[in-house]
């Protein structure tokens, strides 16, 4: 889980786009990363090629097998599930950062039926990643997958604001399932979103991470099982971080609506964050002063029988969807 999961300290902070290496004692050679646009054309060409010579099985828990197609007469390859009706669906989202377009694939083995998670929401997932590597030998493309990580019995929800944008993306696009309260005292979750991705690296682990090589895509097969409303404002006191949430969740810090609660990093250089409402850089679902008027939000958020702010614990919440903010009404 610690692969995937980095503290959003380092998020904010790090967006290190050169690596460093030590010559000698005081020279520090500076390697420029590739250009994401001609990495991003390998990896593309590449995922492509994987996902239209693969094959996936799903057995009754569903658990997804990927496997090399032997046999295109009984092994439909996930590529032809494009053209699906029905499901596995394959869809892909288009992503724009680093001045250029992701085609991010991703496989609806089935949807869900509870509520979608934001990209700043907590997801209940179990996972299984693996990384792909190809090359070509005398014009012959080998492709390997290499398996990094399983999670088959997560017991945390992990925050989609620390993770890659990959699963930042497509976790949205599924439904969590049914929370099941077992005789035995034992809970279970039933119809649950299932599916997979299949990540450029500009949208993982760029220039790498723990056993991840650098400049590989990723593929994913998951289930998304619940999810929970996050508030992610903070405070730094004696150097530790501690939550300080002004009571407006961060999936209603939305401001623009285009149902993606922006950081400056996700966008493209020079674009205006249109989740920043005071455009001093922190976007509102971390400002703990939205409008920058030197009155934090919390505070602002008042009873309008009284005219008082209300005490935090006592915010009204409102139905998924809308925003409880400043006046305590809920907002479309
Ligand atoms: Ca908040
Ligand atoms: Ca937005
Ligand atoms: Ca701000
Ligand atoms: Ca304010």
């Given at each position: 889980?610690?692969?995937?999961k980095?503290?959003f300290i380092?998020?904010?902070t790090?967006?290190?786009?050169?690596?460093?290496?030590?010559?000698?004692d005081?020279?520090?050679?500076v390697?420029p990363?590739k250009?994401?646009?001609?990495?991003?054309?390998?990896?593309?060409?590449?995922?492509?090629?994987?996902?239209?010579?693969n094959?996936?099985?799903?057995?009754?828990?569903?658990n997804?097998?990927?496997s090399?197609?032997?046999?295109p007469?009984?092994q439909?390859?996930?590529w032809?599930?494009?053209?699906n009706?029905?499901?596995?669906?394959?869809?892909?989202?288009?992503?724009?950062?680093?001045?250029?377009?992701?085609?991010?694939?991703?496989?609806?083995?089935?949807e869900g039926?509870?509520?979608?998670?934001?990209?700043?929401?907590?997801?209940l997932?179990?996972?299984?990643?693996?990384?792909?590597?190809?090359?070509?030998?005398?014009?012959?493309?080998?492709?390997?997958?290499?398996?990094?990580?399983?999670?088959?019995?997560?017991n945390?929800?992990?925050?989609?604001y620390?993770?890659?944008?990959?699963?930042?993306?497509?976790f949205p696009q599924f439904?969590?399932?049914?929370?099941v309260?077992?005789e035995?005292?034992?809970?279970?979750?039933?119809?649950?979103?299932?599916?997979?991705?299949?990540?450029?690296s500009?949208l993982?682990?760029?220039?790498?991470?723990?056993?991840i090589?650098?400049?590989?895509?990723?593929?994913?097969?998951?289930?998304?099982?619940?999810?929970?409303?996050?508030?992610h404002e903070?405070?730094i006191?004696?150097?530790t971080?501690?939550p300080?949430?002004d009571?407006?969740?961060s999936?209603?810090e939305d401001i623009?609506g285009?149902?993606?609660?922006?950081t400056?990093?996700?966008?493209?250089?020079?674009?205006v964050n249109?989740?920043?409402?005071?455009?001093?850089?922190?976007?509102?679902f971390?400002?703990?002063?939205?409008?920058g008027?030197?009155?934090?939000t919390k505070?602002?958020?008042?009873n309008p029988?009284?005219?008082?702010?209300?005490?935090?614990?006592?915010?009204?919440?409102c139905d998924?969807?809308k925003?409880?903010?400043?006046?305590?009404?809920?907002?479309?």
């Open positions: 889980m610690n692969k995937i980095y503290s380092v998020i904010i790090v967006l290190s786009i050169i690596s460093c290496s030590k010559k000698d005081d020279e520090v050679v390697t990363t250009p994401y646009d001609e990495q991003y054309a390998i990896d593309s060409a590449n995922i492509e090629e994987y996902l239209k010579t094959y996936i099985t799903v057995d009754a828990d569903y997804v097998t990927f090399k197609i032997t046999d007469a009984t439909p390859s996930i032809s599930y494009q053209e009706t029905g499901f596995p669906k394959l869809l892909y989202r288009e992503v724009q950062v680093h001045e250029i377009v992701y085609k991010l694939y991703y496989l609806v083995i089935r039926v509870g509520e979608n998670p934001m990209n700043v929401d907590g997801v997932a179990s996972y299984s990643g693996d990384y792909l590597t190809s090359t070509t030998t005398d014009n012959v493309l080998t492709q390997t997958t290499t398996h990094f990580e399983t999670v088959l019995y997560p945390s929800f992990m925050d989609l620390g993770t890659i944008r990959g699963w930042k993306e497509v439904k969590a399932g049914n929370y309260s077992n035995d005292g034992t809970v279970s979750y039933d119809n649950y979103g299932v599916g997979a991705m299949f990540i450029p500009g993982g682990y760029y220039t790498g991470n723990g056993g090589p650098a400049y590989t895509p990723l593929i994913f097969s998951f289930k998304l099982y619940s999810i929970s409303r996050m508030d903070y405070s006191l004696n150097q971080v501690v300080d949430p009571g407006v969740l999936m209603h623009d285009d149902g993606y609660v922006w400056a990093s996700e966008l493209n250089e020079g674009v249109p989740d920043d409402t005071d455009g001093d850089g922190v976007p509102d971390l400002d703990k002063d939205d409008d008027d030197n009155y934090t505070l602002e958020i008042k029988a009284t005219g008082e702010p209300y005490p935090f614990d006592q915010i009204p919440t998924s969807g925003k409880n903010y400043l006046d305590a009404t809920c907002h479309p």
